[in-house]
């Protein structure tokens, strides 16, 4: 079903169709809202206030263009509140480890060792906090440039120098940890 048929379902009430667009993207925006706030439940909280408000303005629903964009906006909006409000007192160590890649088993994959994908995952979480929401909205969510732009009210450009800077950093993790057999 696509975006068109869903918000038309929802300005019907249909609930099932709210719950589809959860399934659908409800993931998505848990990652942004918690590369945003560090916070668990505090991400799952924004995510679920989203969706709230999504079915209270159902029928204005058909004025929007792009309804995955509309929601991570919404999304982003709701954690810099919670960021301006709460400030960091809500987060807690556990908060920090984000698993950004998943890996699948192809062969090339198999190559890679656990230890080299931790290795990933510390650089990205090592990066400044806009760099790493960057990195997550362009290399994971698959925005974009020009949209992670809009959606940070940040120019192209610095999206592009973010992500360039994000990839030497990675790089840069890899190439230290990487077995000699792995660097020729």
């Not at 709701?78 to 480890?97: C, F, Q, T, V």
């Not at 950004?100 to 990066?127: C, F, H």
């Not at 940040?154 to 000699?180: D, F, M, V, Y």
Request: glycine content about 2%; overall charge negative.
């Amino acid at each position: 079903m696509n975006t068109y048929e869903i918000q038309n379902r929802l300005a019907a009430d249909d609930q099932y169709a709210l719950k589809e667009l959860y399934d659908r993207w409800g993931d998505n925006l848990f990652q942004l809202a918690i590369a945003i706030i560090r916070s668990k439940e505090m991400a799952e909280e924004i995510v679920e206030d989203v969706f709230i408000k999504l079915w209270e303005k159902r029928r204005e629903l058909s004025a929007v263009a792009n309804l995955k964009f509309y929601l991570m906006v919404m999304t982003k909006n709701r954690s810099y509140d919670y960021l301006r409000r709460y400030g960091n007192k809500d987060i807690s160590l556990d908060d920090w480890a984000i698993p950004y890649y998943r890996v699948e088993s192809t062969p090339e994959d198999l190559l890679i060792t656990d230890e080299i994908i931790n290795q990933v995952n510390k650089a990205i979480n090592d990066l400044p906090a806009q760099c790493r929401l960057i990195f997550k909205l362009v290399k994971e969510d698959g925005l974009k440039y020009r949209e992670a732009a809009e959606l940070l009210q940040l120019s192209q450009k610095t999206i592009e120098n973010q992500i360039g800077i994000a990839l030497k950093k990675i790089h840069a993790a890899i190439n230290i940890h990487l077995p000699r057999a792995f660097k020729d």
